[in-house]
């Protein structure tokens, strides 16, 4: 008998595979940061409004004016990781910028303890010491792709990044209600109006190869990759939806390596793994199901 759960797993790990790439695509494209969100936003997001005219999912879509101002909140926050995480990619390195990215988990827990008053326990204190003492080991030790060691800035961006992010997954959660391919699609069309007075100081790429990288950031890396989440996301434990999530960063070390000669010094190895078990490790609390829908993740698109 077939396992209900084998296409779900390919398409998440599919799409985690594909995050693990991105650094690439943008470090390849030539653009700056803003011009590159800009592109991922603008052909992104018109492919997710197409998919969802044509999947009927407007029709009858009645947003509150709540959820309009969080979705739009939420867009900015989205938008905003990405440009403080692509500029990051040059000041450090794809592997190191995407691996202390992944402090993000550890971060939203932190902002449901201020904002929601939930519990923080001792095991989520002692996973983000650990987390915090990988960056610090990482920044100490890790190395850029000239060879030099990596610059703070680089570092402070890729943290930056993951707190905006944090707070877009904390805001995605107050509107499970929303078909997510509706809000990442609202979120996309925030971010290309918010992004284009920024083409005036760091314009699209002006040759043929530039473009087409930015071209297959906004389908492949947006659209499709949004289409495979979001398809397999409610159908997996989420056990197995943390753990193939390590699929982005692992596969970004090694593209990092592979395509860009990144040196991996052990202690940058060592902070890497710090990092990711710490973010990677199963927290005790009970999960809330009162208010959980089939199919929607709690979390903002990557």
Not at 186 to 211: D, E, H, K, N, R
Request: net charge positive; charged share 10%.
């Amino acid at each position: 008998m077939k396992n209900p759960e084998s296409r779900p797993v390919l398409q998440w790990s599919a799409a985690m595979a594909l995050s693990g790439t991105i650094g690439a695509v943008v470090l390849e494209s030539g653009a700056a940061a803003p011009a590159v969100a800009f592109a991922r936003c603008l052909v992104g997001g018109v492919l997710l409004v197409v998919w969802s005219l044509a999947r009927g999912w407007f029709r009858d879509w009645r947003p509150t004016r709540r959820d309009l101002l969080l979705a739009v909140a939420g867009g900015l926050l989205l938008v905003g990781n990405w440009v403080l995480l692509f500029a990051s990619y040059s000041l450090s390195s794809i592997g190191v910028s995407t691996v202390v990215y992944h402090t993000q988990p550890l971060i939203l827990v932190g902002m449901a303890a201020v904002f929601l008053g939930e519990k923080v326990g001792r095991s989520h204190l002692t996973r983000a010491g650990v987390a915090f003492a990988g960056v610090v080991v990482i920044s100490l030790s890790a190395q850029g792709d000239d060879g030099q060691p990596v610059r703070f800035a680089g570092i402070a961006l890729a943290l930056g990044a993951a707190l905006l992010y944090a707070g877009a997954s904390f805001i995605a959660k107050q509107l499970k209600h929303i078909r997510p391919h509706l809000l990442a699609a609202v979120q996309l069309t925030v971010g290309a109006i918010v992004l284009a007075p920024a083409l005036i100081f760091t314009p699209l790429p002006s040759s043929a190869p530039g473009l087409l990288w930015l071209l297959l950031l906004g389908t492949v890396h947006t659209a499709v990759m949004y289409v495979l989440m979001y398809a397999s996301i409610g159908k997996l434990p989420t056990t197995t939806v943390a753990l193939l999530s390590y699929l982005y960063p692992v596969v970004a070390v090694v593209v990092d390596m592979l395509a860009f000669g990144h040196q991996l010094t052990w202690p940058e190895g060592l902070g890497m793994l710090a990092v990711l078990a710490a973010a990677l490790a199963p927290q005790r609390a009970k999960p809330d199901t009162r208010n959980a829908r089939p199919g929607v993740p709690s979390r903002a698109s990557r």
